[in-house]
T-cell receptor, first 111, second 112 residues
Framework: GENVEQHPSTLSVQEGDSAVIKCTYS??????FPWYKQELGKRPQLIID?????GEKKDQRIAVTLNKTAKHFSLHITETQPEDSAVYFC??????????FGSGTRLQVQP | NAGVTQTPKFQVLKTGQSMTLQCAQD?????MSWYRQDPGMGLRLIHY???????DQGEVPNGYNVSRSTTEDFPLRLLSAAPSQTSVYFC???????????FGSGTQLSVL
């Protein structure tokens, strides 16, 4: 089955700096890659997603890049704010329609 | 719309007991799934369904059963609870075959 590895497990940045979280996947047939944000005690919520036929996607301060050849994708958050503090999960979906998640990155934005 | 509703929010079981975690959605989503979340391990897929009458196993299905008799409901059954099943359980649904998942608020389960 699919295996998704996510790094780093924790990330601390100063407010206004950029944050980058990286994921690798194992199944070359995976074709959909979402990112979820989970605040403490809350449910995960989708923040951005990308399909395998697209290399980059942006939505205001967040962007995702995908390198199919290397089987890795990354989340970029610019101009970080304290409300960006949360756990972020990457995921990958194969043709079986099963979504496999990474282990998560705890992002802390220091004011 | 209530979205995805999970009940109960909290549950304590004794080893060997059985129970059903309920999940209902009112968005007419065909796709529904169950995940468990353990510290440091992210979200792991237990079972999922691409439509009424169709279910499939995820990466950690052992000890859990599901059925999908209606579009709205996707209950998760623990047949004989074990301490290893202590976790937070999330139900999620999608109108796009598993993409853009909407999650419920979760059920915190403790098995003693």
């Amino acid at each position: 089955g699919e295996n998704v590895e996510q790094h780093p497990s924790t990330l601390s940045v100063q407010e206004g700096d950029s944050a980058v979280i990286k994921c690798t996947y194992s199944d070359s047939a995976s074709n959909y890659f979402p990112w979820y944000k989970q605040e403490l005690g809350k449910r995960p919520q989708l923040i951005i997603d990308i399909r395998s036929n697209v290399g980059e996607k942006k939505d205001q301060r967040i962007a995702v890049t995908l390198n199919k050849t290397a089987k890795h994708f990354s989340l970029h958050i610019t101009e970080t704010q304290p409300e960006d503090s949360a756990v972020y999960f990457c995921a990958a979906m194969t043709g079986r329609r099963a979504l496999t998640f990474g282990s998560g990155t705890r992002l802390q934005v220091q004011p | 719309n209530a979205g995805v509703t999970q009940t109960p929010k909290f549950q304590v079981l004794k080893t060997g007991q059985s129970m059903t975690l309920q999940c209902a959605q009112d968005m007419n989503h065909e796709y529904m799934s169950w995940y468990r979340q353990d510290p440091g391990m992210g979200l792991r897929l237990i079972h999922y369904s691409v439509g009424a009458g169709i279910t499939d196993q995820g990466e950690v299905p052992n000890g859990y059963n599901v059925s999908r008799s209606t579009t709205e409901d996707f209950p998760l059954r623990l047949l004989s609870a074990a301490p290893s099943q202590t976790s937070v359980y999330f139900c999620a649904s999608s109108s796009q075959g598993g993409e853009k998942l909407f999650f419920g608020s979760g059920t915190q389960l403790s098995v003693l």
